[in-house]
C-alpha cells in the first residue's frame, strides 16, 4: 500500500495512514505543538511527473489549515532516492533545501514540524532541517508514515 501511495498514484491512501498516524499520542502532541506543519517539499519535475505529493496530502489532512506549502523549498531536481545508498542520498540532497525568504521572519523561534511518508536514510529529512535550523527555528521534529529498511535499494 505504501509503495502505490508513492509511487502508483493512489493519493486517497493518505486518509488511511493519516488516521494512523493521529491514533498515536506522540504524533497528536507534536502536530499540536507546531507554529509551521511542513511537507517535505517535491521538485517541480517530480510533483509534475507524480501529480500530487505525498507528503503534502498527509500533513493536510494531518493539520488542516496549519499546513504551509511554500515555507520549504526544493532549490533544484535531485535523483530520485531510491536505489541509492546512503552516502549517495546524503549527497544527493546537499544545499537542495532553502527556506522562502519572505518565511524567514517568521520560522526564526518557531517549532517545525516536518511530514514526509517514508524515511529510509533520513538524509531528505536531514536537509530540510539544516534548511530550517539556519533560518533560525528553534525546533524541528519529524512525523513520518514508515521506516524503510536503510539498506532497501528498490520501490
Given at each position: ?11 486517497g ?29 517535491l ?9 500530487f ?103
Open positions: 500500500m505504501i509503495i502505490d501511495f508513492k509511487f502508483r498514484e493512489y493519493p491512501l493518505h486518509r488511511f495512514f493519516a488516521e494512523l498516524l493521529k491514533e498515536d499520542p506522540a504524533a497528536q502532541a507534536l502536530i499540536a505543538d507546531a507554529a509551521f506543519v511542513l511537507p517535505v517539499p521538485a517541480t519535475e517530480r510533483l509534475r511527473e507524480r501529480g505529493n505525498q507528503s503534502a496530502l498527509l500533513a493536510k489532512y494531518l493539520a488542516p489549515g496549519r499546513v504551509s506549502h511554500q515555507t520549504l523549498w526544493r532549490l533544484r531536481h535531485t535523483a530520485p532516492q531510491a536505489g541509492l545508498d546512503r552516502a549517495l542520498r546524503l549527497r544527493n540532497l546537499q544545499h537542495s533545501m532553502a527556506v522562502n525568504p519572505s518565511m524567514s521572519q517568521a520560522i526564526r523561534g518557531s517549532r517545525v514540524l516536518l511530514i514526509d511518508d517514508v524515511m529510509t536514510t533520513g538524509s531528505t529529512l536531514k536537509a530540510c532541517t539544516e534548511a530550517l535550523l539556519e533560518a533560525g527555528a528553534k525546533e524541528v521534529n519529524c512525523l513520518v508514515f514508515a521506516r524503510a529498511d536503510a539498506d532497501s535499494r528498490s520501490q
